[in-house]
Structures are given as C-alpha cells and as structure tokens.
C-alpha cells in the first residue's frame, strides 16, 4: 500500500528532477526514492488489510514480491550508472517511467479485484513501452517499441474482454467470487481462457512469446533486464491469483491449455535459443523456457506454487540481472556501425583480462542452467517436486530434457569467454557496479546452498 | 563436529587459496596445508569411525520438504573418503612443478572438487548426494577447460554434456522416489521398496544406471571419455580418473541397487553384460592406442566395466573386489596419468612410437612407473590382484561364460600395459643427444607414495577388505529380500 503511495508522489518529483542542471543528481535521488519505497512497504508487515474497497489487499505474500521487484529495480538501475554515458539520454524521464511501471507491478501483486489487475497492467506496460525505444536514435529500438506495444495493447484487449466475460458469469470483479450459476458457466470459461492468454502474453510463455525476441533485442540493455526481471514476476504472482482464486472451480478446465504452454514454452524456448547468435536474444528464448518450468509449478492444485514461484522468480532474476549487466558493461567497449556489440562471440576471451566479469557470468548462466550450488537448481528441484505431487510425469520429462538442451546453449557464453584468445580488453568498472555484481552473484550462491532463508518464509 | 569440518575445511581452504591472489608458490603451499589438514582431520574421523562404528550428522536443510544435511559414514564412505583425502593431496603436489596461470583459481578448484566429492561419499540424503554429485563436475569442468589443451573446449563440454544429460534422468527418479515416499532420507527410503511395483523400479533403475554408467563410463557411454581424459589438462585428468569415477561406482551401491532393488534383480543381468563387453572392447582399444594418455583412458574404462559387473554378480567377493578396486584404480590411475605427465613435460610427447629409452636416462622414473603398471595388470603383491581376483571370483559364481570372457581381459592388460612399458621406457632412445631429467623432489614423492601404497595395498589387502566387509555384507542382505 505505501510503496505504491510513495512511488506516485516520488515518480512525478522525478519528472521535475529533469529540469536542474545537473542531470548527475537525477541518479543517486531516484535511488533513494526506491529505497524508502521499499522501506515503506516493511510497514504492513504482519498487518494484512484489504484498501479501497477491497480492490487491494496487502499481506506479507504481496510485501515481499513487492521487495523482490522493488530490489531488482534497484540493482538494475544501479547497473545503469545514471545513463551517464547514453549520449541522447534524459534520465529523469527514463527514472520516473521505471518508478511509475513499478507502481503497476506492485498493484499486480497486491489486487483483489479484477479492474486493478487490469489497470496494474496497463501501467507498467506503457512504461515499458516507453522505456523500450528510450534509445530514440536506434531504428530497431524503435521497431521493437511499436511491436511491443502494438502487440501489448492487443494482448490488454483481449484480457479486458476475458475480465467482462468473467463479470458477466459472475457478476462481481472480485477475484474470490465464484459462485456461478450453471447457465453462465460458458463466459466463465471463455472468460478465464482470454485472461489466460492477456496474462501469459506478459510473461511470453509460448505460444505468445513472438514479441519477446524483437523486444528483448531492439530495447537498450538495461531495460531489456527490467523486462525480463520485475514483468514476469509481476506476471506470475498475477496469473498465480487469477488461476488459484478466481477460476480454482475449474481447475479441471484450465489445467490442459497451462499444460499445452508449458510443453510449448519448453520446447520453442530452448530448442530456438540453441542457435541465437545474439546474446539478447538467447536471453530471450531462455526467458521463454523459464516461463515454461514457472507455469509448471501452477499445474495441478499445489499449496507451495506460491512459493516455488517466489524462489523461482528470485533466482532467475538474479542471474539474469547479472547476465545483462555483464553484457552491458562489455558490449560497451566494443561498439560497430555506432551500437554496441550484442553477439554471443563479444565475450571470446573474457576470461583473460576480465576474471571477474567472467567468473560473474559463468556463475550466472550455471544458475540459469539449474545446476547445483546456485538458485536455479533449488528453482527446479521445487517445481519438479511441485510437479511431482501433482503426478505431472510427462511434463517433467520434457523439462529435463530441455533442461539438457538448455546447457548447451548457457555453456557457449562460458566456454567463450574461457578461450585463450587475446579477446576484450579490460574493462573498468565503478565500485558500485562491483558491489551489485557482488550481491547478485553471492545471493544465487547463498540461496543454493541455503534455500530455505526464503522458501521458509511462506 | 569432525564431519562437517571434513565438508568445510576444503571449502573455505578454497576460498582462502582464491582471496590470497595470484601468488603461484603461496597458493601451492596452502592448498597443501589445506589438504593436509583435510587429511589429518580424516584420520581423526577414522579413529572415531573404528571405535565407535557407522558415524551419522543430521541437520535441518529444508525442514518442510523433510530434506536434510545428513551425512552418514559406513564402512565403504570411510574407505572412499580415504582416497579421496590421500589423493588430493598426491594431485596438488603433482603441480608443484608446473607454473600454472591464475593458480589461484586452479587450487581452489581442485580444493572445492575435494569438498563435493567428500560431500557425495558421505551423503545420506537423496538430494544431497545429487547436489555434490553435480558441484563436483563443475570445478573439474572449468580445470579441464582453462589449463587443457586445444582442445579441451570441445572434449570437456562432451563431458558435461554427457554428465549433465545423465543427473538429469537420475534427478527424475530421485523425486519420483521422493514424492512417493515423502522423505528424502536414504536409509528411510529403503522400508518403503517393497511397496514400488517391481516395473516402476525398473524404470527407476534404468534412470539411475544411465546417470552413474555415464559417469563411470561403462559400455556403451564411454564415449566422451578417452576425449576428456587426453585433452584436459592433468589435474582435471587425475581427478576424473581417480575420483570422480568411482562417484558412479559409489552411486551403484548407494543409489542404484538399494534404491530400485527389483529393477537391480530384474537388469542386474544386462548390467554385467554390457560392463564385461566394455572390459574386452576398452582392452582390445587400448592395445591399439598410441597416445598414452588415451591408451590409459581406455585401459580405466576396461576396469569400470569389470567393476560394474562385480557389483551385480551379487556375491560377497563381488562387492568387495569391487570395493579394493575402486580404491587400487584411483591410486594407480593418478599415478599412471602423473607419469604420462612427467614424460609429455620431458621428451614433448605423448605418442608411444615417438618415445623409447627412457630408463636409460630416469632409473627411478622407469622404477615407479614399473611398480604401479603392475598394479594395474594386477600381479600377485600388488593392489591391482586383490580386487581384480575377488571380481572375477564374484563375476564367475554368478555366470561360468561372463567369468571366463573377463578372463581374458588380464591377458589383454598385460598385452597394452607391457608394451606400454616397454616402447616407453625400453629400446632405443628417439634423440640420443637429450639427456632426460629423472623424478626428483615433489615428483619423486609423489611417485614414491603411490609406488608403496600399491605394495602396501596388495600385502596387507585385509586391513581394507574388513572395514568394507560389513557394509558390503549388509547391501548383499538386503538386496537378497528382493
């Protein structure tokens, strides 16, 4: 509830931010703004409630995805460093789109009532679809805002009519009603089938996952992180409550199209990332099959989704925040036809002069990789075991074996930037840089070694 | 309080050895302390494992999955962690000699791969056992890759491949037989055997065996090995052979036969097949090889298969043969492929038809070399006999035919392993002008250590044999219930 409060109030300051002179200060106060913004929502902690006519509700669930997104906004903007060195760059705007985005995610966290869920939405993407082509020069930046937004807003319609349907069975926007009549069931079904697909659309999990490339590639790196980080989160804590509250009577209905994805998004995502040669792009496609093994968790009636989820969207946010960072920070020093150089070979011998920035990234892509003694494992070992009580065998199956075919291709990265070529340069990176570098990389170790410092908490 | 230190100690000796920075004989030095340590500490783990018996440590890891840091130590853990703890240190002694880039790195490599193999020898939770059998490929990997050879990239990612691919099958059974069961806890686990239908166990069984016949290798997933082995560099080299194969062995006897008994009873057969046809196949291999680092490969997948096929003879002999083995074939794999090294370093090659003459030069080279050789062609005295007489012993009362074929493999082994001997060390020098240097300092230590150990080993077999003697009887008992 704060943190949304203080995110409005302090997103419009930042707008005005824009007009001192020096654009230097714009960084370190959107920072602190963020900072009380987590600070705040710490508040209603143990002190559930249900705001403005019950269309919000706040409990410790929604507080802690709220800090989950709210710290890799944080980490993800600290790796921006103020967009000192983007050269047409208007950081105030770029820091108040990306706090006013958040509001929208925290509201699809916390929504009680269909019509947040659906406003939740529309806020954060228009953000992004902003922040998308914030790099006005750069024709592709611009191709992927039209196409994401031309597609978002499609994908926005069709869960508006999904939530008219679901308002027309039962006669209420509240997602805890549903209590129907047998005559109305066809809208509910029709109507949990569309918002199904509004939802999936915004995590990109296969068969919507079409823009998710295009954008990924054509955003500046640093909004293609929060793309990545802070809207799937949000997009699954919201598909997590509309499938688990709303539709839990038609389980039955629902559970083979959740089915169908997760086939989909597992098998398109990691057989496609196999041949990218652009990094931005394999990270999308590997996003594609993280919303594959995510949804997996969803199938069949599970207590602990919740908190697979949670696990889940922690781990694969630190490792890809780090795996962007390092990318931004490299691609930097190697810039041709006036882009920085985004293909997978820009990190040939990394290694080298870099130990550092490769030894992050190895750790990095391990974690996506799901093995052992980072997050990513404990991320799949929950949603196999998940899976598991639900008797999901098959399912599990194809997640293993596109978890193989996954190593491939998070290995190629790795096994580059071993090779004994001269490669990059040394690349010089601020304390602060290090210091988020540091955190993310420790906190996928800590957390695979101890997972239960959060899975414990729900 | 001893068993976690065992875990910790290579841990943070790891750390400490990478924060210390890139000194190469600071980062030498420590990582030997460190493993010293290791050592010592195992030796008081020992004296408590002999007064007291099995050894057990349980704390909570994930409480409400009921999965748990639990390490237990029976007579085969102790035996394993012995090797492990007195080869590490042979391994990082070996590379006193070398100067490696970012040594650093490459010590607290090899010091986190002790860690995870001490953490799977001890294992007595499903997924912990799963989680250091997967962080132990990890360090090997990267030390394959960064000091390996030209090839190394794509030999090593076969490997993981290979590897990775194979946990992942075995992860699927593991929570298969976790959802099931509502435990992780091995030794709970097995109560509940008798109630998995026997054809599910099947597939539980034939999960697990692709994982541990992969990591071995036996026949027919060997073929990322003779790749792996030639191309990584040598720590990497040592510790495949001589440590990460035996977690497939160990896995067998913790994992696959315990844990899907009926499938082990129904498959055991086949397992044994495929495991003798490996033994002959890698023999007859390797008495064509001319790289010798491949020829030695080969030769260690040939007595993988033999070891595979002991475990499932279900025989007393079996089991412990197979037991004194893993034990003989790490010793002597480590110190084979630390001689191989000594001569690449010194004559620049690996090819047995470009060398020759070499005990004109280095006596005690060709000594060591002669000693442990023997050890792998199993000659009376040495440790090779022990283990290789009670497999074939065990293999024969179960099936007369699969006896005599393994039979044959001794001959074939003295064929590759003479003759390897002979073209290196024997007949004319390739350039008689070059003088080579024999072992001397670390090098000869290490030789040394190896060279009595393999006649310690095969004069006093029974000092070993009856630590694992309980443990393997125990297994034989409860398998026969099936």
């Not at chain 1, 800090?67 to 980490?75: C, P, Q, T």
């Not at chain 2, 250091?132 to 960064?146: C, H, K, N, Q, S």
């Not at chain 2, 510790?239 to 844990?259: Q, T």
């Amino acid at each position: 509830m704060y943190p949304i409060i203080a995110l409005s109030i302090s997103g419009l300051l930042t707008l005005f931010l824009g007009f001192l002179d020096n654009k230097k200060l714009v960084f370190p106060i959107s920072i602190l703004f963020l900072v009380i913004a987590l600070g705040v929502s710490f508040i209603d902690w143990n002190a559930p409630g249900l705001y403005f006519s019950e269309m919000l509700a706040v409990d410790n669930e929604t507080i802690i995805f709220g800090a989950v997104m709210l710290i890799s906004a944080i980490l993800i903007l600290c790796l921006s460093e103020g967009f000192n060195d983007f050269e047409f760059s208007q950081p105030a705007e770029y820091f108040a789109l990306v706090q006013l985005s958040l509001i929208g995610a925290l509201m699809m966290v916390s929504f009680e009532n269909l019509i947040m869920l659906f406003l939740g939405i529309e806020i954060l993407s228009i953000g992004l679809y902003v922040l998308t082509g914030a790099d006005k020069r750069n024709l592709r930046g611009n191709e992927a805002a039209i196409k994401y937004f031309l597609m978002g807003a499609f994908a926005t319609g069709i869960l508006l009519f999904g939530i008219a349907m679901f308002y027309g069975a039962v006669g209420s926007f509240n997602i805890h009603v549903s209590v129907i009549d047998e005559a109305y069931l066809p809208f509910f079904w029709i109507g949990c089938t569309l918002i199904l697909v509004g939802l999936t659309f915004k995590i990109s999990a296969a068969p919507f996952h079409f823009w998710s490339p295009d954008v990924y590639e054509g955003a500046p790196t640093i909004f293609t992180a929060y793309m990545a980080t802070v809207v799937k989160t949000a997009g699954f804590v919201a598909i997590f409550k509309v499938l688990y509250s709303s539709f839990s009577a038609i389980t039955e209905f629902w559970t083979p199209m959740i089915v169908i994805m997760v086939g989909a998004s597992l098998i398109i995502g990691n057989v496609f990332a196999v041949t990218q040669d652009s990094f931005k792009r394999l990270m999308a496609y590997s996003s594609v099959s993280h919303a594959g093994f995510m949804l997996l968790a969803l199938v069949g009636d599970n207590e602990g989704a919740f908190g697979t989820i949670m696990f889940y969207s922690v781990a694969y946010s630190l490792a890809t925040i780090t795996a962007f960072g390092v990318l931004m920070k490299v691609s930097k020093h190697r810039i041709e036809k006036g882009r920085p150089y985004e293909k997978i070979d820009l990190f040939e011998g990394l290694f080298k002069n870099n130990g550092f920035l490769a030894g992050v990234l190895a750790i990095a892509m391990l974690s996506l990789a799901g093995i052992p003694l980072t997050a990513g494992f404990w991320g799949k070992f929950f949603v196999f075991s998940d899976a598991a009580s639900s008797g999901n065998f098959t399912l599990i199956v194809i997640a293993v074996f596109m978890s193989a075919v996954a190593v491939y291709y998070y290995f190629k990265p790795i096994i580059l930037s071993m090779k004994k070529s001269d490669g990059v340069e040394t690349v010089v990176l601020s304390p602060l840089v290090k210091l988020i570098f540091v955190l993310t990389t420790c906190g996928t170790i800590i957390l695979g070694i101890f997972p239960n410092l959060l899975r414990s908490i729900f | 309080m001893l068993i976690l230190a065992l875990i910790l100690i290579p841990i943070l000796g790891a750390l400490l050895v990478f924060a210390l920075g890139q000194n190469q004989l600071r980062s030498k030095q420590l990582a030997l302390a460190v493993a010293l340590v290791e050592l010592v500490v195992f030796g008081l783990v020992f004296k408590e494992f002999s007064t007291t018996g099995n050894l057990l440590l349980q704390k909570d890891w994930l409480p409400d999955f009921g999965i748990s840091f639990k390490f237990s130590i029976d007579g085969i853990s102790v035996l394993l962690l012995a090797l492990s703890t007195v080869l590490v240190p042979l391994v990082i002694l070996s590379t006193f000699k070398v100067a490696y880039e970012k040594s650093n790195l490459l010590y607290a490599l090899i010091l986190l791969t002790e860690a995870a193999l001490v953490g799977v020898f001890m294992a007595g939770d499903l997924f912990l056992f799963y989680f250091f059998f997967e962080i132990a490929l990890v360090p090997v990997y990267f030390l394959g890759l960064i000091w390996g050879g030209a090839n190394a990239a794509k030999a090593t990612f076969k490997m993981l491949a290979y590897t990775i691919f194979g946990s992942l099958l075995m992860l699927v059974g593991l929570v298969y037989l976790y959802s099931k069961g509502q435990t992780a806890d091995m030794e709970a686990l097995k109560a509940s055997m008798a109630f998995i239908p026997s054809n599910v166990q099947g597939i539980l069984f034939s999960l697990f065996m692709l994982a541990f016949a992969i990591k071995m290798p036996i026949f027919p997933f060997h073929t990322w090995q003779a790749d792996a082995y030639s191309e990584s560099s040598t720590p990497a080299t040592m510790l495949l052979a001589g440590l990460l194969s035996k977690m497939g062995v160990y896995g067998l006897i913790r994992i696959a036969l315990p844990l899907a008994p009926m499938g082990a009873a129904e498959m055991g057969h086949m397992v044994m097949v495929l495991g003798v046809i490996g033994l002959i196949y890698g023999s007859i291999i390797a008495v064509k090889q001319d790289n010798l680092k491949r020829l030695i490969a080969y030769s260690s997948f040939a007595h993988m298969g033999l070891m595979a096929a002991a475990i499932f003879s279900g025989t007393l002999e079996g089991a412990q043969g197979a037991v004194f083995q893993m034990l003989a074939h790490g010793l002597n794999a480590i110190g084979l492929f630390f001689v191989v090294k000594i001569i690449a370093e010194r004559t620049g090659g690996r090819s047995l038809s470009a060398l020759g003459g070499l005990s004109q030069d280095a006596p005690w080279l060709s000594v060591s070399f002669m000693i442990i050789l023997l050890g792998s062609v199993a000659l009376p005295l040495t440790n090779g006999f022990v283990g290789e007489f009670l497999m074939l012993k065990g293999v024969f009362d179960h099936s007369k035919l699969l006896g005599i074929i393994s039979g044959i493999s001794i001959i074939l082994g003295a064929v590759y392993l003479l003759r390897l001997f002979q073209k290196t060390m024997f007949g004319e020098k390739q350039n008689a002008d070059v003088v080579i240097a024999d072992v001397s300092g670390t090098e000869a230590v290490v030789l040394f250590v190896i060279s009595a150990l393999v006649i310690l080993m095969g004069v006093f077999p029974n000092c070993i044999l009856e630590i694992s003697e309980p443990a393997s009887q125990q297994l034989l008992d409860y398998m026969a219930q099936f």
